[in-house]
């Protein structure tokens, strides 16, 4: 496993990271959940992320539990605030209020004293954004969190945030997850230069477009049992034949290079300097073992070409 810089802190994340969107605490066995996540920690993957909104706690409490067994200082543990978590008029934002309960909420279910990164889960266009990034900042005085993130900010949203933290000496953003992979691709034209020129790492999520990019559906109407497109409309929708084909000529790619579809995939997000880590899901253990193969993988210059032809 190779490591980077998270954006232009000094903190080392793995390529390769695991999320716990859509499983932990969800459709995935709790014991599926367990040995990923262990799988993981034993690769070299010192990156794990979850989130308050994922099954309502659930997922916390499943990824806590289970990194309860290594020595803390060995892995970077993300977290993150803004989604709907009751009923109430501010059970959901980026206000002081709730970035402050939650966060103290998230640390109970994950059974810490502090979380590495507390990312703004979307942008809350009805709180200042200095309300926000100073109620974060506080929490890093605390000890609670380390650093800020954001993600799914447009540029236009990170400019912003950028500048009220410098007018208000507050501590900046160093992280922004968005979604990436060889399908979604709008952070290339504004969020990645921004990024670059202030020292916002990237840490994507759905890098393999939810199960698409592994070659795993042979067509549209053929959807594999126990997969998550069976089980989610939405991922369905994403499933189309222009892109299945798409991913077959990938996959001869791949093949050429002794790679699965899945590894091209990831190595292909992985030749942006900078994204610090490509975010994957994982409802078996051997998945793992898979992506972190993309880890040791640079892609010549006429393999990105080819791509290229493929994806226009």
């Known amino acids: 496993m190779k490591y980077r810089r998270l954006g ?8 390769i990271s695991l999320g716990s969107w859509l499983t932990y605490g969800g459709y995935v066995e709790r014991e599926n959940a367990v040995k990923s996540i262990e799988t993981a920690y034993d690769l070299g993957i010192n990156f794990f992320d979850t989130a308050n909104v994922y099954e309502r706690g659930e997922a916390e409490i499943v990824v806590g539990e289970t990194l309860r067994a290594y020595p803390r200082e060995s892995y970077v543990l993300a977290t ?13 934002g980026l ?14 279910r994950l059974g810490l004293d502090y979380v590495d990164i ?26 609670k969190v380390l650093y800020v993130g954001i993600s799914e900010w447009t540029a236009a949203n990170i400019a912003e945030g950028l500048a009220a933290a410098d007018r208000y000496l507050l501590d900046r953003i160093v992280v922004n997850q968005p979604i990436y992979n060889l399908f979604e691709r709008y952070i290339e034209k504004e969020v990645i230069p921004l990024s670059s020129r202030n020292g916002i790492g990237q840490v994507v999520f759905s890098p393999l477009a939810q199960g698409l990019l592994t070659g795993k559906y042979s067509s549209a109407t053929d959807i594999p049992e126990g997969s998550r497109a069976a089980k989610l409309e939405w991922v ?7 892109k299945i084909e798409k991913v077959k000529k990938l996959g ?3 093949k050429e290079l002794d790679l699965t579809i899945g590894q091209l995939s990831l190595a292909w997000i992985l030749r942006q300097s900078n ?5 994957v899901g994982a409802s078996r253990p051997e998945q793992m073992t898979e992506n972190v193969g993309a880890s040791d993988v640079t892609l ?8 290229e032809e493929i994806l226009a």
Request: charged share 30%.
């Open 8 to 15: 232009g802190s000094g903190l080392k994340v793995s390529e």
């Open 118 to 143: 507390l990312y703004c889960h979307r942008h809350d266009p009805e709180t200042p954004v200095e309300e926000t990034l100073r109620a974060i900042d506080d929490l890093i005085r605390q000890g």
């Open 252 to 254: 001869a790619i791949a």
């Open 236 to 242: 369905r929708k994403g499933i189309t034949e222009e």
């Open 95 to 108: 206000s002081r209020k709730h970035v402050t309960e939650q966060a103290n909420a998230s640390l109970k």
């Open 275 to 279: 994204v610090s880590s490509a975010l």
């Open 300 to 307: 010549s210059n006429e393999v990105l070409e080819k791509i």
């Open 80 to 92: 993150k605030v803004f989604g709907q978590m009751g009923d109430g008029p501010n059970d959901r």
